[in-house]
């Protein structure tokens, strides 16, 4: 990609992140610089503008296809009249963010982990996001009036818990702050001696890798063990650009992991799945986890069935290398639930089953003590 666009922003500089954020599209024109727009696609934009923000950057519009509006691209971050269906059992946080909230952000879910919600805004607005109330909401967010409250409760936390080894920073996208401000917190983490991994949850590697700067990357650098986990969904969003972005954070001992979220006419079918991981693995960014999309309110409408995962995940599991494959879960209140069916069953002696869908018993294998149900 050029250091230039040749979008209607002539004041844009392409390879500047900051200058990416200030030229986010944010409105209806917007979008038709970029787009041939359906006039569902106008409508739906008209009718969540009162709900839910609009916001994609310069670098993610410019891989949609502009006369297809079943991108995958415009799927996730362009506003669909779905999105205010109301949907049985729909809820605004169902994985339990507010209900394990132990400050104004950190959140305690795990023992010896937590999250910290370091901030409620994001380059781009997935469509999909699980906390979509808390960014792109207009009612408000997780934070309320205390968006600004300062640091002290939350990093006096951390420290009065030592079962906490694990911090992830998430919000919100981590990395839409400053390096200098996002070395604040990660600097005052390390001065925690129980917090042995910080992690940082962020998704610009797919949607604005020019914030993956080198002067990012070596202040991270300084304050090892640094993991990042991304989010891409699509091997559409697997671009050079992409790849440089995770290259960099390589090359700097941090290991990138990929949690993608299974989303109905976007990437929920064997083929499409597996053109992604192994692209994935191509760019040396490991698969993490393949999350059943959360029965968020205005997010609904993504969800497949459980049924159509478990078909995805017999897909995969066999054809493809073991590292390449994630874990099929749905975060709940009680925690991430795999969905992945029980290839052992303790029944007749006990008997397993392969990726062919091939059956053996292990009474013949195994000796008859280590097989549940048998005792020594």
């Not at 401000?181 to 962020?202: A, D, F, K, T």
């Not at 995805?312 to 874990?327: C, D, E, N, W």
């Not at 749905?330 to 925690?335: Q, R, S």
Request: net charge negative.
């Amino acid at each position: 990609m050029s250091t230039t666009t040749s979008a209607p922003q002539s004041t844009l500089v392409w390879s500047d992140w900051r200058s990416q954020i200030q030229h986010r599209i944010t409105t209806l024109e917007g979008l038709r610089q970029w787009v041939n727009l359906t006039p569902e696609e106008e409508a739906a934009v008209a009718a969540c503008a009162d709900r839910y923000q609009l916001s994609i950057t310069p670098y993610y519009a410019s891989l949609m296809d502009r006369d297809n509006p079943n991108c995958p691209v415009r799927l996730q971050s362009m506003p669909a009249l779905q999105e205010l269906a109301v949907f049985p059992n729909s809820d605004n946080d169902p994985v339990g963010d507010t209900i394990y909230r132990k400050t104004n952000r950190v959140v305690h879910k795990y023992p010896d982990r937590v999250i910290i919600l370091v901030t409620d805004l994001c380059p781009v607005y997935c469509r999909h996001c699980t906390r979509k109330y808390h960014t792109s909401d207009t009612e408000g967010t997780y934070f309320g009036d205390a968006a600004s409250a300062g640091w002290d409760a939350d990093f006096a936390y951390i420290e009065s818990h030592p079962e906490i080894r694990d911090v992830l920073l998430t919000g919100g996208d981590p990395l839409y702050l400053s390096d200098t401000r996002l070395e604040r917190i990660i600097s005052r983490l390390r001065q925690i001696p129980h917090v042995e991994i910080v992690r940082i949850g962020s998704r610009c590697p797919v949607f604005l890798p020019q914030r993956i700067t080198p002067e990012l990357c070596a202040m991270l650098e300084k304050y090892h063990p640094i993991w990042l986990n991304t989010h891409f969904n699509h091997p559409k969003e697997i671009t050079p650009e992409a790849a440089a972005a995770c290259d960099r954070l390589l090359r700097h001992g941090i290991p990138v992991q990929n949690q993608t979220v299974l989303l109905k006419g976007i990437n929920d079918s064997v083929e499409t799945m597996r053109a992604l991981l192994t692209g994935l693995l191509k760019i040396r960014v490991r698969p993490y986890y393949l999350y059943h999309c959360d029965n968020v309110v205005g997010v609904s409408h993504f969800m497949t069935t459980i049924e159509k995962g478990q078909e995805i995940m017999r897909g995969l599991i066999g054809f493809m290398t073991g590292f390449a494959v994630p874990q099929y879960v749905l975060t709940t209140p009680l925690g991430k639930i795999p969905l992945w069916e029980p290839q052992y069953s303790p029944e007749d002696g006990g008997s397993v089953v392969n990726y062919r869908g091939e059956r053996m018993s292990l009474k013949d294998f195994l000796p008859p003590s280590t097989i549940e149900g048998n005792q020594p």
